[in-house]
């Protein structure tokens, strides 16, 4: 049987029309959202809510706490020496903690984590806050273009058993990844230096 030609134009525009009912308004949705999930925030908590911090990468585990004191260093290194530490370094990890961002959040199961090097990870940066709650970052390798490195932040597992895996800046990983003597207070040469002393004239014989 042939239709007539404006009932197949009516049946043609009725299925595109449903195409893009189901592209913009159910695909797109799904498509919007991922993109409003975009750019969040890693962790929520403020700078002056952090008591401590241990930065283990594959070369150091460094202990990290608040200095009891409110003057200077803020920071003091408890293992695996004790010196004061280094506070624009540690005030540069702490910014990144607070203030970093995820670009995007790939859903991906349990067992391909060795895929981002996350199942031996460059660094883990562990987190405990003043009211004893704990975060943790797990920085994997760089994602293919060496923009972004690949982590997992409170990494637990989702009801279908995926792991979440952020994008995050490669500021992580140079910051994180220094000599012990970065992370120590620098010392103040101009206080080791000794006593400037003037020569006296040599006197002069009278006549």
């Keep these: 049987m042939k239709l007539p030609r404006t009932t197949l134009i009516l049946i043609l525009l009725a299925l595109g029309l449903g195409g893009f009912v189901y592209f913009y308004e159910i695909r797109g949705a799904s498509v919007r959202e991922e993109i409003k999930q ?19 990468t594959k070369k150091l585990t460094l202990n990290l706490e608040r200095s009891p004191e409110s003057s200077n260093p803020k920071w ?18 702490m910014d990144l903690l607070v203030k970093g ?27 405990t806050l003043k009211n004893r709650q704990s975060h943790q970052l797990i ?23 995926n792991i979440n895996v952020l994008l ?27 006593p400037l002393t003037i020569p006296k004239p040599s006197p002069t014989n009278s006549k």
């Excluded at 490669?170 to 230096?193: G, H, I, Y």
Aim: aromatic share 8%.
């Design 101 to 127: 961002k995820s670009d995007t959040a790939l859903s991906t199961p349990a067992k391909e984590l060795g895929e981002f090097a996350l199942d031996k990870p460059q660094a883990t940066i562990s987190i």
């Design 168 to 194: 995050v800046s490669t500021d992580f990983a140079n910051a994180v990844n220094r000599e012990l003597s970065e992370w120590k207070q620098p010392v103040d040469n101009s206080q080791k230096l000794p």
């Design 76 to 93: 003091v290194i408890k293992s695996p020496i004790s010196e004061p530490a280094n506070d624009a370094i540690v005030s540069y990890l």
């Design 38 to 56: 975009q750019k969040q925030q890693i962790f929520s908590f403020a700078a002056d809510d952090v008591q401590s911090l241990t930065v283990k």
């Design 139 to 161: 920085l994997g390798k760089s994602n293919f273009n060496g923009h972004f490195l690949y982590a997992q932040a409170d990494p637990v597992a989702k009801p279908d058993g």
